[in-house]
């Protein structure tokens, strides 16, 4: 079982529909993560929170728009998206470094979003 | 993912032991991973090693650092059905200001295993 918990688990919807993923963990974990992963390749960063604040953003469109509400939630909203943004988005959680705590990366089960 | 390699596929037989091995070139990556992934599931870590250690063993699990060459493996002893799934290696660099870091990944090793 995770302990990064992603809603939904599978998103279908048009290319003119707004849509949210959500992710929540209670790990006490002050750093979260979003990643990309299209079928048959590995998770690509796109967004990083450290402290509720967007720390990375890794030149991602602005048809996904991150938001950090508090220190357990994470959400990506999205607008406009294309076929091609079609993947599996995942999200993690850690320490953030220099915390005097190991800091690896746990994720969810991600959100398996198809751009209709 | 360029930046961190991975053969594509290894297949062993069951109860041998397995190799998978990764190579990485940012020699200034904190922490070097290794996460599993079943069909249609998200990432699971496995275990971890700070880049200042050799070597990590966590029951069937033993992981080999040698940051001179850059050359991560991981060991899975006694290989069992239950181990089939894709290995990806990763690396952590440290980003300016925030103190998050992300995560790159290598392309992921298929672990086949043949009874």
């Known amino acids: 079982d995770t302990e990064v918990t992603q809603t939904p688990k599978h998103l279908v919807m048009g290319m003119t529909n707004k849509k949210s993923l959500k992710c929540e963990q209670h790990?006490?974990?002050?750093?979260m993560y979003w990643y990309k992963q299209k079928a048959k390749k590995p998770p690509e960063l796109m967004f990083v929170y450290s402290y509720e604040k967007l720390s990375i953003n890794e030149s991602v469109p602005s048809r996904f728009s991150p938001e950090c509400p508090n220190s357990s939630l994470l959400n990506l909203h999205l607008h406009a998206l294309q076929p091609e943004d079609s993947a599996l988005y995942l999200c993690?959680?850690?320490?953030?470094?220099?915390?005097?705590?190991?800091?690896?990366?746990?994720f969810g089960d991600g959100t398996r979003l198809s751009i209709l | 993912g360029e930046d961190v390699e991975q053969s594509l596929f290894l297949s062993v037989r069951e109860g041998d032991s397995s190799v998978i091995n990764c190579t990485y070139t940012?020699?200034?990556?904190?922490?070097l991973y290794w996460y599993k992934q079943e069909p249609g599931a998200g990432l699971q870590l496995l275990t971890y090693?700070?880049?200042?250690?050799d070597m990590k063993q966590d029951q069937r699990l033993t992981v080999l650092l040698n940051k001179k060459d850059k050359h991560l493996s991981l060991r899975i002893a006694d290989t069992q059905t239950g181990d089939s799934a894709i290995y990806f290696c990763a690396e952590s660099r440290p980003y300016s200001g925030g103190g998050a870091d992300g995560l790159t990944f290598g392309k992921g090793t298929h672990l086949i295993i043949q009874p």
């Open positions: 940012d020699s200034s990556s904190t922490y």
């Open positions: 790990m006490g974990h002050r750093a």
């Open positions: 993690a959680s850690s320490q953030v470094r220099g915390s005097n705590s190991n800091q690896p990366q746990h």
């Open positions: 090693i700070f880049s200042n250690m």
